[in-house]
T-cell receptor
Framework: DAKTTQPTSMDCAEGRAANLPCNHS???????VYWYRQIHSQGPQYIIH???NNETNEMASLIITEDRKSSTLILPHATLRDTAVYYC?????????????FGQGTILTVHP | DAGITQSPRYKITETGRQVTLMCHQT?????MFWYRQDLGHGLRLIYY???????DKGEVPDGYVVSRSKTENFPLTLESATRSQTSVYFC????????????FGPGTRLTVT
């Protein structure tokens, strides 16, 4: 599985867009990009995933560059409740089960 | 309401005791997972199940037993608890083979004294 690199921490003002980058320069053609987050003392929460097209759901948007070497998770209007650790994970689809391995992630702090 | 629940949320037990952590999901997801989360180790897979009556070991299965007689339930049993099993335990479920779209429960914080 491709290695991912994320900034250790980021800040965002409440109501503004939070843009969280992830570098995955060694990604291969059949690897998907997944994003999860973990709010303090809660279980991890699935956010979104994509292969090469941009994706959007009710929580966030995922923008993947054309060469697929990096991606950005966008929370369009961050709230205080979005303060969490955000994890970018790259995995090949088609394995028999989906064991998740989280790296260090990005600590996003949303401030008033 | 649909979702995934875990019980108990907090548990203190003594070394050597047997303890069972419960996990229940209402989505009829095929896959279910047990993870533990410790500082410095991140999330580690203990056991997983692809369907009722099908279970397999993850990274750290020693000292744990699982069963899955019904699709919706996936209990985790510590046969003889040890202090090293003090941790936060998360159950997760997922519906699609080969994907990493998993939905986690709120966790059980277990302390072994």
């Amino acid at each position: 599985d491709a290695k991912t690199t994320q900034p250790t921490s980021m800040d965002c003002a409440e109501g503004r867009a939070a843009n969280l980058p992830c570098n995955h320069s060694t990604i291969s053609g059949n690897e998907y990009v997944y994003w999860y987050r973990q709010i303090h003392s809660q279980g991890p929460q699935y956010i979104i995933h994509g292969l090469k097209n941009n994706e959007t759901n009710e929580m966030a948007s995922l923008i993947i560059t054309e060469d697929r070497k990096s991606s950005t998770l966008i929370l369009p209007h961050a709230t205080l409740r979005d303060t969490a650790v955000y994890y970018c994970i790259v995995r090949v689809r088609g394995t028999s089960y989906g064991k998740l391995t989280f790296g260090q992630g990005t600590i996003l702090t949303v401030h008033p | 309401d649909a979702g995934i629940t875990q019980s108990p949320r907090y548990k203190i037990t003594e070394t050597g005791r047997q303890v069972t952590l419960m996990c229940h999901q209402t989505w009829s997801h095929s896959y279910m997972f047990w993870y533990r989360q410790d500082l410095g180790h991140g999330l580690r897979l203990i056991y997983y199940s692809a369907a009722a009556d099908i279970t397999d070991k993850g990274e750290v299965p020693d000292g744990y037993v699982v069963s899955r007689s019904k699709t919706e339930n996936f209990p985790l049993t510590l046969e003889s608890a040890t202090r090293s099993q003090t941790s936060v335990y998360f159950c997760a479920s997922g519906g699609r083979r080969g994907t990493y779209e998993q939905y986690f429960g709120p966790g059980t914080r277990l302390t072994v004294t």
